[in-house]
């Protein structure tokens, strides 16, 4: 189907809320998603855009987006020059930051009915498939190997790179995840892993708990329900049987302190998803 994921929608949209809703300064700016999905004028007002009631995810949403551009713009500024995204559907970064982006090879890698609606979007509004920039349709479904299609696309598996696959590892099963890690672990050295994965229930802040039940429900109403949660040692233990070795834990509550710190008119991070950062 030729459209974007809903859940890719919702963060589009929760990303373009930050700018409008939140006052500034924006952890990052960003309405190039709005743009994309280009909802009905009502959009504020569905309940899962609801300002006060999502705040928290939203702010998620924006500090961890922040960190992951930081931590993109940090590694190519040491020489990496090839930054693949793992799940991409709706992410703007290579229309927001051309600046950056323009000295990378960046492989958007995504379903592809999904992607081609993005596509055709891109092309719609102005900006275009620029050479740098390579959308890699992977059918996961149909169990094609998304390593495979990267390398086909271009990707030199010779040269570092930094890799990122933010929300989607609660979607897929175990085993999965950890083909993925696997692969990951056969990158160049210099490479470098980003992925969240979602905490389990018990280890949420209370406050945040009736909101992640709220948005699992969701999710499998959906038609795509949440399979996996990690508690920090299962998933370092994962990713050290996969063969990753130089392993860091970064908590959301650690990016909340870091881009929210001494603001008290902004929103509070949600707790219940943390990242995996690891070099190869």
Known sequence: MEEPESTAERVALWRAMHVQVDPPPHVLSDEIGLQLVAPEDDWRQRPDMNPEGTSGFRAAIVDRARFIEDLVIEQEARGVSQYVILGAGLDTFAQRRPDIAARLQI?????????????????????????????????????????????????????????????????????????????????????????????????????????????????????????????????????????????????????????????????RPSSGEDLLVATI
């Open 107 to 267: 492989f958007e890698v995504d379903q592809p009915g999904p992607q081609m609606w993005k596509r055709r979007r891109l092309v719609e509004l102005g900006y275009g498939i620029p050479d740098w920039l390579h959308l890699v349709p992977v059918d996961f479904e149909d169990g094609e190997s998304w390593w495979a299609k990267l390398s086909g696309a271009g990707f030199d598996p010779a040269r570092p790179a930094v890799v990122v696959s933010t929300g989607v590892s609660h979607y897929l099963t175990r085993e999965a995840t950890a083909a993925t890690l696997r692969q990951v672990a056969r990158l160049a050295p210099g490479s470098t892993l980003a992925m969240t994965y979602l905490l389990p229930t018990e280890l949420i802040d209370d406050a945040d708990r009736s909101g992640l039940e709220t948005s699992e429900e969701g999710a499998k109403a959906s038609g795509t329900p949440f399979v996996s949660f990690y508690t920090p040692s299962e998933i370092e233990t994962l990713a050290r049987t996969a063969g990753l070795t130089n392993i860091r834990h970064v908590t959301g509550t650690s990016l909340g302190e870091r881009y929210f710190a001494g603001r008290t008119d902004s929103p």
